[in-house]
């Protein structure tokens, strides 16, 4: 008699609980819905491309220091320089006194290139 009791009461308990804790999708008014959704000019507007120039610098040691020659000039330049120049296409040279001329692609000073 007691199981009986015991379930009964859980039946109407959970059939209290509000349809919110429910796992479904909150409904949204077609007003918040226009006012939130992206529209095509926002999602497909141009932005703005990086535009790269070659930079040159001088380091210590040989073009295999670190690697291959452009994975050398490569961390050379992340580390003497700031990362948002971001670094591509390195090359090196070997130079005499055990120096290494290490050339870049970084972004510009005036960096970018409106579409």
Not at 41 to 66: H, I, K, W
């Amino acid at each position: 008699m007691k199981v009986v009791a015991i379930f009964l009461a859980s039946c109407v308990l959970f059939s209290l609980i509000p349809t919110h804790l429910s796992h479904e999708e909150p409904k949204v008014a077609p007003t918040e819905e226009l006012m939130f959704a992206p529209t095509e000019e926002l999602m497909f507007a141009p932005s703005n491309q990086p535009r790269y120039c070659r930079s040159r610098q001088v380091f210590d040691g040989s073009c295999t220091d670190r690697g291959s020659p452009r994975t050398t000039c490569f961390l050379d330049f992340l580390g003497a320089r700031s990362a948002s120049e971001m670094p591509k296409n390195c090359d090196c040279t070997p130079q005499p006194n055990n120096k290494r001329l290490c050339e870049c692609s970084v972004i510009c000073t005036d960096c970018c290139v409106k579409n």
